[in-house]
């Protein structure tokens, strides 16, 4: 998905940037409401934690 200047990121006030080649670097998905949120949420559930 190209992300344009114009692209709306709902950082849940949360951010956890990457460095990459010397520049920090979001990863993003996309969620409800034609927005961004941040890849990597602040309250993550583990997989399978319940088997």
Same mark, same amino acid.
């Not at 998905?1 to 006030?13: A, F, K």
């Not at 409401?33 to 961004?36: A, C, E, T």
């Given at each position: 998905?190209?992300?344009?200047?114009?692209?709306?990121? @709902?950082? %849940?006030?949360f951010l956890r940037p990457l460095r990459r080649d010397g520049r920090l670097v979001l990863q993003v998905q996309p969620a409800a409401? @034609?927005? %961004?949120i941040p890849f990597e949420l602040q309250h993550q559930q583990k997989c399978c934690a319940d088997h």
């Open positions: 998905m190209p992300i344009e200047d114009d692209t709306l990121i @709902d950082t %849940l006030d409401g @034609d927005v %961004l």
